[in-house]
Each structure stands twice: as C-alpha cells, then as structure tokens.
C-alpha cells in the first residue's frame, strides 16, 4: 500500500520562507512523478509545481514561478516544496500527489494515482 506523509506546513507572516516535504513508502517512488496542489477554503484544489521521476524536469502554476521550488531525494523517497516570499493567498491546505498517469496533464487533479492527507499553511499579512 502507498502512503504519501506531508509535514511542514504551518503559520508563519506574509514574506517568510517554508519548506513541505512528502514522503512515500510502500511503492516505487523513483519511478513516480510527483506534484504539489493546494485547496484554500471554499476553492477547487489547484496545481502548484510538478517534477518528473528523476527531477530533470519541473512544472509551476504560473502564480509560484520564481518563489516556489520543487525538488526530490530518490534515496529517501521524499519531495519537497521550497516556498519564498510567502502572501496571504498562499494559504491553504497543500497536497502532494504521486504517480503521473501516462498522457494526463501534470496539472490535472485526476492524473495521480496517490495522494497524502495535506499539510495546513498560513501566511499572515
């Protein structure tokens, strides 16, 4: 059984840095691509970035282009999100999703077979 574990996220002040990671177990996460999406309250969940299998290629939401990072460790079976200069829009519940189907967008919310139970984030202003 696959389980994705996201940890990090917490409360922190408008401009702040933050890293999430997500850790899978039980499957073969060197061979999964991995993506983050986020769901603020009363919002569809939407795409943040994603990363291929071997990291050589990453995605971003337009609005995460030069502040958010994604990056992964295939030897400890974890992605992260690196995020910088934090606003207040960026609060939200965020997820991280595992296992890109085969000609699916990365951005589509069904394209992934696996996903955590997400990590709060608040960014005060």
């Known amino acids: 059984q696959v389980q994705l574990v996201e940890s990090g996220g917490r409360s922190v002040q408008a401009g702040d840095s933050l890293r999430l990671s997500c850790t899978v177990s039980?499957?073969?996460?060197?061979?999964?691509?991995m993506a983050w999406f986020r769901q603020a309250p009363g919002k569809e969940r939407e795409f943040v970035a994603s990363?291929?299998?071997?990291?050589?290629?990453?995605s971003y939401a337009d609005p995460m282009k030069g502040r958010f990072s994604i990056f992964r460790n295939n030897v400890n079976n974890t992605v992260y999100l690196q995020m910088t200069s934090l606003r207040p829009e960026d609060t939200a519940v965020y997820y991280c999703?595992?296992?890109?189907?085969?000609?699916?967008?990365?951005?589509?919310?069904?394209?992934?077979?696996?996903w955590g139970q997400g990590t709060q984030v608040t960014v005060s202003s």
């Open positions: 039980g499957g073969s996460f060197m061979d999964y691509s």
């Open positions: 999703a595992g296992n890109l189907r085969l000609n699916m967008r990365d951005s589509d919310t069904r394209a992934y077979d696996y």
């Open positions: 990363i291929s299998w071997s990291g050589g290629r990453t």
